[in-house]
């Protein structure tokens, strides 16, 4: 069954006066970004009468040394959810068919129906991840796209190598096949596959998304980049591009985040430490959060998930349901501070001590 409409898209939730509230629901890093990306929106303000660089060539040759591709195969939008859109209007017209897993992230339903398009569903394994199986048989003659994200929110179910390789074999060349790694840091720092070099031997079409709004806690500069498998897919995103997309503040603050290795490892560190104790917290007062390779865990509660949410709110902490009819009482919390999993094991307490007081 096609997960439900989500009436909550993520407009919608930062649109929430938060004031007070702790942020748990769409998956932003709790700690701020690299201080050389600070130094660098600042640096960048200095020249804010100026057009960002074509093609950001300075971001995209960074990329290509750190990933092989090369850059004129590497497109940059305003976050990867931009790319997703490009994605879909090169790809689909009225009446064709985008596949994805289900339930994942809402983006995908939006973009393919926002170009004449219908999505097909599939259903995730059960770890939690897309399957790759499910996926190719949902393929017809009308398929034009296929979507898989990995580590998948809301489950955070990561595919391992054996998965995307079955995957990548069994889409048909003419389809274009979309992984989607915006939790690829998280995913890379827990031992994941190597997803660009496995579908490097893809014969199809193929396009591997990232962003810097995640592990690299980038999200208000919204930058996400294509890693493309031909010349031919990376020039048809860029023919459906906007020119000057990406802000030269935000390429700038991109360049200099990649280039701070250390800390982005003691970001990704601490927002493992804290996924294991909000999980280890979860489980220790009767629940069974779902494993995660992402920045967020997820678990079914004894309550509707709507009900829970506003449990949660009440409590001044934002969380999110997984919005599909399959998973009426799932909810997905984002991985915060030490202080904010205090607080959501305590508000998690309470709401169980008070359900089995009635």
């Not at 994942?104 to 926002?114: E, K, N, P, Q």
């Not at 499910?134 to 979507?147: I, K, N």
């Not at 939790?183 to 810097?212: K, M, N, Q």
């Not at 560190?269 to 865990?297: D, K, T």
Request: net charge neutral.
């Amino acid at each position: 069954m096609p997960p439900r409409h989500d009436p909550q898209t993520a407009g919608d939730l930062a649109a929430l006066d938060v004031t007070g509230l702790r942020l748990l629901h769409l998956n932003e890093s709790p700690y701020p970004p690299s201080p050389r990306a600070i130094e660098a929106v600042i640096a960048g303000t200095a020249e804010l009468h100026r057009y960002p660089a074509v093609r950001a060539q300075p971001l995209a040759s960074a990329l290509a040394a750190r990933t092989g591709i090369m850059p004129n195969r590497i497109v940059i939008g305003s976050g990867s959810g931009e790319l997703i859109l490009f994605a879909c209007h090169i790809t689909l017209s009225s009446g064709d068919q985008a596949v994805g897993p289900a339930p994942s992230f809402f983006g995908y339903t939006h973009a393919i129906r926002l170009f004449g398009g219908t999505m097909v569903c599939a259903r995730l394994d059960p770890a939690g991840a897309p399957d790759p199986r499910a996926l190719a048989a949902s393929v017809t003659d009308r398929t034009r796209l296929v979507f898989c994200c990995t580590p998948n929110p809301p489950s955070g179910g990561m595919m391992n190598a054996a998965a995307i390789e079955e995957l990548a074999a069994s889409i048909p060349e003419s389809v274009l096949l979309i992984v989607d790694e915006a939790y690829y840091e998280f995913a890379r720092f827990e031992g994941g596959p190597d997803v660009l070099s496995i579908l490097s031997r893809r014969r199809g079409r193929w396009i591997v998304l990232r962003t810097f709004s995640k592990a690299y806690g980038l999200a208000g500069l919204r930058v996400g980049y294509a890693l493309c498998g031909s010349d031919e897919v990376a020039e048809a995103l860029r023919r459906a591009m906007v020119p000057f997309n990406v802000t030269n503040v935000g390429l700038s603050a991109a360049l200099a985040a990649l280039k701070d290795d250390a800390h982005l490892e003691h970001t990704l560190g601490l927002v493992v430490q804290e996924r294991q104790r909000l999980s280890e917290g979860l489980r220790r007062i009767g629940l069974a959060p779902m494993p995660s390779a992402a920045n967020f865990v997820s678990a079914a509660f004894p309550i509707p998930a709507e009900a829970a949410m506003e449990e949660f709110r009440r409590r001044s902490i934002l969380v999110r349901s997984w919005a599909d009819s399959e998973h009426p009482q799932e909810i997905r919390i984002t991985v915060g501070t030490p202080d904010d999993t205090d607080a959501v094991i305590s508000a998690t307490n309470e709401m169980l001590s008070s359900l089995r007081g009635r």
